[in-house]
């Protein structure tokens, strides 16, 4: 079964930031500099927080939001979006 999850981070440091985003790549899209978006299974859950543990420090915030498709809506240009089946 697959979850959707929207990861949020403020990282300081531009090589925590980067690293963090890097690995973030593996498990969705990047929808801004600092927001990702995913479709996953719990077992990448678990991989993602050990990629977050790996490369941030106290100091740094990031988030995790589980939600179900069929409660997002977007606004805007619809045309530019290509996650999964949010657009609707």
């Known amino acids: 079964m697959e979850l959707d999850v929207i990861i ?11 690293k963090l985003a ?7 899209i990047r929808t801004q500099k600092s927001l990702f978006e995913c479709k996953v299974t719990k077992r990448e859950i678990k991989e993602i927080k050990k ?3 790996r490369v941030t420090d106290s100091d740094d915030l990031v988030t995790m939001y589980q939600f ?21």
């Open 8 to 18: 949020a981070y403020d990282i300081s440091s531009d090589k925590r930031r980067n």
């Open 22 to 28: 890097k690995g973030l790549l593996r498990f969705g």
């Open 51 to 53: 990629v977050i543990k």
């Open 68 to 88: 179900r498709s069929s409660s997002v809506k977007r606004l805007g240009d619809e045309s530019r979006y290509t996650f999964y089946d949010l657009v609707f």
